[in-house]
């Protein structure tokens, strides 16, 4: 009988060769054995593929257990060009709210302890005043994102009640996040007015009535309409919602605390502009233009501030300490505008020279060439992202492969230290619009690991290919 199957060791042969014995030392004995049945089962699945000497079971069993302990959450190069990539953690952090998370992390904190009283107090104090000075509000609240912030002004407001919004605004904003489901889990009433590209004034006066909870204006994020439109102004909105005495909600979404325009990124409000317009409350996210942590931030007038603060829901939303730190020392980067675009991360990526990007790109190819890998250097475009400036391009430059664009992009993925690029017209390309200059170096070592085939574990191969052992096609 010619059964391949036949042939393989048992688990109990295997767990007593000397290179897995070792494993033992570093990680429980029984994750070791789940390695070890992995690689019998795929043996035994791929026959062709099977380790035959003693070596091979060994490396192919550290390869598994290597890829089985890399944590699921790990630091990425972001090479695709989008700056706020909600896939790979939206804002890269300020090197002062890395510091001011470490600082609140290591020991106790004053988070809810008044300590001038010496009894306790609030944790929606923090950031606060520091918002208000900001933005130009009269209080402020944190909670975990826009997304809560919005479930919970929504509930403070209108639960039970009618809230009345543009069909123009019931967006889907990524994944999980669709405006019309958000507002009825809040326990508002979805009242539509307008059509999908014309809504006007007397569309929200017509809807307005003793049941209204709130007028709610929401930014369209990711899409934009262009032709046969019309919408109200969020200043005309507030001045019909002041004039019927009923609160304005405007979902303002981006957390754009300067004005970009000189950079090419013109035509979104800041977060000033937004609370100037006069909405009861704005809120917004953290971590996309602010540039911040996670987070969901709301401006407004005290006395709506005050009852969101007080609804039950805010306990089940809170931030917790180290997004409060976090959040607050980014804040602080803004009493100095120059300081902000200088040391938040996304702003700086957002407005650095396309020359300086190039520079950066030229480097790494000539770095790569002395790796003897191939490349080239294209002008690309890049783009905000986390549903912002939809339509801007921002002038980039990326360094394009061509060899084997998919395998080299799988081995990027899988290897020690992740890049994420992007794959067009054939070619790999990684932008360095959204690389934090001083990972370059780190980039051109990932690249120069990938092409030399070397970073991909044996374990992880399993994961792209199909069937018949070709690459699977890239489908970002
Ligand atoms: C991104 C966005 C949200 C969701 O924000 P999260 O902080 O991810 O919850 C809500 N509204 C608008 C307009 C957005 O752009």
């Known amino acids: 009988m010619n059964d391949p199957r036949r042939a393989l060791p048992s688990i109990h042969v295997l767990l007593e060769l000397d290179g897995v014995r070792t494993l033992a030392e570093q990680v429980?004995?029984?994750?070791?054995?789940?390695?070890?049945?992995?690689?019998?089962?795929?043996?035994r699945e791929r026959p062709a593929d099977a380790p035959s000497t003693d070596a091979e079971w060994?490396?192919?069993?550290?390869?598994?257990?290597?890829?089985?302990?890399?944590?699921?959450?790990?630091?990425?190069?972001?090479?695709?060009?989008?700056?706020?990539?909600?896939?790979?953690?939206?804002?890269?952090l300020a090197a002062a709210a890395i510091n001011a998370i470490a600082d609140t992390?290591?020991?106790?904190?004053?988070?809810?302890?008044?300590?001038?009283?010496g009894a306790r107090g609030s944790r929606h104090v923090h950031c606060a005043a520091l918002l208000c000075e900001l933005t130009g509000a009269e209080d402020a609240l944190v909670v975990n994102n826009c997304a809560a912030a919005l479930v919970l002004a929504l509930n403070t407001l209108a639960d039970g009640r009618d809230a009345i919004v543009s069909?123009?605004?019931?967006?889907?904003?990524?994944?999980?996040?669709?405006v019309p489901d958000i507002m009825a889990k809040s326990g508002a009433r979805l009242v539509e007015v307008g059509t999908t590209n014309r809504t006007h004034a007397e569309d929200y006066r017509r809807a307005i009535s003793a049941q209204t909870g709130a007028l709610v204006r929401v930014h369209r994020s990711n899409f934009t309409l262009d032709g046969f439109v019309a919408a109200v102004s969020p200043r005309d909105l507030a001045a019909i919602a002041d004039a019927a005495k009923v609160p304005l909600l405007h979902d303002f979404g981006s957390g754009l605390m300067l004005d970009l325009s000189p950079w090419g990124l013109a035509g979104e409000p800041t977060a000033r502009d937004a609370v100037a317009d006069g909405a009861s409350l704005v809120v917004m996210s953290g971590d996309k233009l602010l540039g911040g942590p996670q987070a969901g931030i709301i401006l407004?007038?005290?006395?709506?501030?005050?009852?969101?603060?007080?609804?039950?829901?805010?306990?089940?939303?809170?931030?917790?300490?180290?997004?409060?730190?976090?959040?607050?020392?980014?804040?602080?980067?803004?009493?100095e505008p120059a300081r902000a675009l200088r040391e938040i991360p996304a702003l700086a990526m957002l407005t650095a020279s396309a020359e300086w990007v190039r520079q950066r790109a030229a480097a790494v190819q000539a770095a790569l060439a002395v790796h003897g890998v191939p490349a080239r250097v294209v002008s690309t475009a890049?783009?905000?992202?986390?549903?912002?400036?939809?339509?801007?391009?921002?002038?980039?430059?990326?360094?394009?492969?061509?060899?084997?664009?998919?395998?080299?992009?799988?081995?990027?993925?899988?290897?020690?230290?992740?890049?994420?690029?992007?794959?067009?017209?054939?070619?790999?390309?990684?932008?360095?619009?959204?690389?934090?200059?001083?990972?370059?170096r780190a980039l051109t070592d990932a690249l120069a690991a990938a092409v030399a085939g070397g970073?991909?574990?044996?374990?992880?191969?399993?994961?792209?290919?199909?069937?018949?052992?070709?690459?699977?096609?890239?489908?970002?």
Do not use: C
């Open 28 to 43: 429980p004995r029984q994750v070791v054995a789940e390695a070890v049945r992995a690689a019998v089962a795929a043996a």
């Open 58 to 92: 060994s490396a192919d069993i550290t390869a598994r257990l290597a890829a089985r302990e890399r944590p699921t959450l790990q630091p990425v190069l972001n090479a695709t060009g989008v700056v706020l990539h909600t896939n790979l953690g939206r804002a890269p």
């Open 105 to 117: 992390a290591r020991g106790f904190s004053s988070l809810e302890y008044d300590m001038g009283a």
């Open 167 to 178: 069909r123009g605004e019931l967006v889907e904003i990524g994944g999980s996040f669709r």
């Open 300 to 335: 407004g007038r005290a006395a709506h501030v005050d009852a969101l603060r007080r609804n039950p829901l805010a306990r089940a939303l809170r931030v917790d300490k180290l997004t409060l730190a976090a959040l607050h020392a980014t804040l602080r980067l803004y009493r």
């Open 382 to 440: 890049a783009t905000v992202g986390g549903g912002a400036f939809p339509s801007s391009r921002i002038p980039s430059w990326a360094v394009a492969l061509d060899e084997q664009p998919a395998v080299v992009d799988q081995r990027l993925r899988d290897g020690e230290r992740p890049v994420v690029g992007r794959i067009a017209d054939g070619a790999l390309l990684l932008d360095l619009r959204a690389v934090a200059p001083d990972d370059d």
């Open 455 to 476: 970073s991909m574990p044996r374990g992880a191969v399993a994961r792209g290919a199909s069937e018949d052992g070709q690459e699977a096609p890239n489908d970002r």
